[in-house]
């Protein structure tokens, strides 16, 4: 991974760290302005305690840390013991002895020969382990570090932030941490080289700085916009001169099929020729791009997106162009959709749907949580005024006030979608208004939950267990989808997180992550490498799987029965929606079909398949190009070579490089003569 050359200051900056006696810090975790969870450190010498627990969204990490750290700072023993974020038991051991380093966690076991500890990347340790890694390359003054159990890290200083005002203001050095994650993090190191603050999604700060929650949101959000722009600036191709892509197949949705070999032309944006491949010379002010046999497809969907300013890295090298955003915090995501249509970042087109949380101590901290049932109805205006397609309800919503809320949606033009509430029931929200039902498992819970069960809770998971004994058969089922097919309510699928919360097992690779886990940096790799669960036993492993088994079978019947279904992830690494695709496959569609409802079949869904959905003369140039044919193996769409966006270019091989991600395949060859490409 390349950084700017801001990074270059690191080898002229010394680490500044104290080493002091007996003393706690006390951290707090915020999301969207609530405190949400602790995180305290305890430094008795070279000895640290910590005990960092979350609670979100009805989840959230629970462990105790103890580590000792060498005379350098680098751990030579680290044991973290709890439960991760959706609950599977946490036990994890590292130590450096007489010149071997061994450990052991769910992830993976083993031990290196080193005459001196080397840097570990915990899988379960908290957000303090951010401040490690950056001691340990500040200390060895260079911009990256090898580390075990492999791969190497990366850090860039961005140089020096204050937060606060007055007697009471920090200075820190901010630094972007990369290799450990999915995507690079933002830190704060104090003058003692300390953490300060981790901005991210949740903000984790020093006890007493709560009220800094906005300060700190503003300044993560200015660090990682500088970040986008720059890699913007660096992969956003655009071509003054017509581009002309040889030697390709065109998928067409209509057959589900790709077609004679052909030329296909776009300028400004949008799609200009489309004709059959021949002999013919590129005229010499054209841009020619060589396909080399690949084939062209419209961009893709993720239908259940909650975007960032770095997911539209994933989106767009993976293919997908387009995404339904279904939660996010309001005034983020519309500065986020503004930047990207300005061209300022690199992003997908972004469709939101309008959050709306019920009061609970589970509630989510996103959207709205309207207190009463006439501030919601405010809120659904809210939305409507600012174009947004839908509302999205959540599990602590009252459900007595779903049949207003949708009413109120349907006057404005709105649909209503969403979680099924607490204590509710598909059935009842289906007759309530809903118009489409978010994820298989609150489908699927309808028919195995007992009344008075909790869904706000990891019971939203577990209890899919239960399908392994789901009767597809039963009244129930057929009460329901004949609701959904009456009602023309289709399913957010999200069937491949349903897969990985429910099928990953320790020490192993799931199949749902094989094809692209070994590109990830390494925290990300053993990160995936785990069971979200707690099995009692093999046999309570193995009624996992067959629940699962009955999870492809229910989307199989749902296509059967012709009820629409709708691509999603409920991430925002993109991986997971070709991963969705081949469960879709597994379900009975044909790879054709499967890329005619990622593509098509969501546009026209969208109000968008005049401008998008297809390679057609007239419409946007949204598309990617492969080497395979994914209408006839859907695999094929894990090398993509290039991806163009409302005409411009993106290579997938630049976009991974920025995320610390090995590239999967090289850029096609551009062979005019003539370069006419510029950076924006």
């Known amino acids: 991974m390349r950084f700017l050359p801001a990074a270059l200051s690191l080898l002229c900056v010394a680490a500044n760290v104290s080493s002091p006696a007996a003393s706690t810090t006390h951290y707090v975790v915020l999301s969207n302005g609530e405190k949400v969870g602790h995180l ?109 159990p492999r791969g190497r890290l990366h850090l860039d200083r961005l140089g020096e932030v204050h937060v606060g005002s007055g007697a009471a203001a920090i200075r820190s050095d901010a630094y972007f941490v990369a290799g450990v994650e999915r995507v690079p993090k933002l830190i704060l190191m104090d003058r003692h080289g300390q953490p300060f603050a981790v901005l991210d999604a949740q903000i984790v700060v020093r006890a ?44 067409d949705p209509a057959t589900g099929r790709t077609g004679d070999p052909a030329s296909v032309v776009f300028f400004r944006g949008r799609i200009t020729t489309i004709e059959p491949e021949s002999a013919a010379p590129t005229p010499p002010e054209e841009v020619e791009i060589d396909g080399d046999g690949g ?42 959709m503004q930047r990207i249509e300005a061209g300022e970042v690199p992003g997908p087109h972004i469709i939101p749907s309008g959050f709306i949380e019920g009061r609970s101590p589970f509630s989510a901290r996103l959207g709205f949580i309207p207190d009463t049932l006439d501030e919601a109805l405010q809120d659904v205006r809210w939305y409507a005024d ?168 229910t989307l199989a019947l749902l296509h059967r029965q012709q009820i629409p279904l709708w691509p999603g992830t409920d991430d925002i690494i993109g991986f997971q929606l ?21 593509t098509y079949d969501c546009d026209r ?19 990617f190009l492969t080497p395979g044919d994914p209408s006839q193996d859907i695999r094929a769409l894990h090398a993509i070579l290039m991806v163009v966006k409302d005409g411009v270019v993106y290579y997938p091989a630049e976009l991974h490089a920025a995320l610390g991600i090995t590239p999967f395949a090289p850029p096609p060859r551009l062979t005019s003569a003539k370069p006419a490409g510029t950076h924006p």
């Open 40 to 148: 305290d450190v305890v430094r008795n010498g070279q000895t640290i305690d910590l005990d960092y627990d979350v609670r979100n969204n009805g989840r959230g990490p629970g462990t105790k840390e103890h580590l000792i750290l060498d005379a350098q700072g680098l751990p030579v023993a680290w044991r973290i013991d709890g439960h991760s974020e959706m609950g599977g038991a946490v036990h994890e051991e590292m130590s450096w002895k007489n010149g071997l380093q061994s450990w052991t966690s769910q992830a993976d076991q083993g031990e290196h020969p080193t005459p001196a500890p080397m840097p570990y990347i915990g899988n379960d340790a908290s957000p303090w382990a951010l401040g490690l890694y950056v001691t340990a390359m500040t200390r060895a003054r260079a911009d990256g570090i090898e580390v075990l």
């Open 208 to 251: 007493g700085y709560e009220s800094a929650y906005a300060e700190l949101r503003r300044l993560g959000e200015e660090l990682e916009l500088r970040r986008m722009q720059q890699v913007q600036q660096h992969s956003a191709h655009r071509f003054d001169a017509p581009v002309r892509i040889r030697h390709v197949k065109v998928f």
């Open 295 to 336: 084939t062209l497809v419209a961009g893709l969907h993720d239908m259940h997106s909650h975007s960032n300013r770095w997911s539209g890295l994933f989106y767009l090298s993976l293919g997908i162009t387009s995404v339904r955003d279904m939660g996010n915090e309001n005034a983020v995501l519309a500065d986020l």
């Open 386 to 553: 600012r174009g947004y397609i839908q509302i999205k309800i959540y599990n602590s919503m009252n459900p007595d006030w779903v049949k207003p809320l949708a009413a109120e949606a349907r006057r404005l033009g709105l649909r209503t979608t969403g979680h099924i509430p607490a204590f509710a029931t598909p059935d009842r929200m289906l007759e309530d208004g809903y118009n489409e039902i978010t994820h298989i498992n609150q489908l699927m819970l309808g028919w195995l939950l007992q009344p008075g069960e909790d869904t706000r809770s990891p019971l939203r998971l577990t209890a899919m267990a239960r399908a392994a004994d789901l009767d597809l058969s039963d009244a129930r089922v057929a009460h329901t989808l004949a609701l959904m097919k009456e009602k023309h309510a289709g399913l957010d699928t999200t069937a491949a997180i349903v897969e990985q919360l429910m099928l990953s097992r320790a020490g192993t690779v799931a199949e749902g992550a094989a094809a692209y886990l070994d590109h990830m940096p390494i925290g990300y790799q053993r990160y995936r490498r785990r069971s979200y669960v707690n099995f009692k036993d093999k046999a309570d492993e193995a009624r996992y799987e067959r629940a699962f088994d009955k999870v492809i079978e």
């Open 578 to 598: 070709h991963r969705e695709l081949e469960l879709y496959v597994k379900a009975g569609l044909s790879p054709g079909e499967a890329l005619r409802v990622a």
């Open 605 to 623: 869904y969208l109000g968008r398949d005049q401008q998008y959905g297809s390679i057609e003369r007239g419409k946007r140039a949204d598309f």
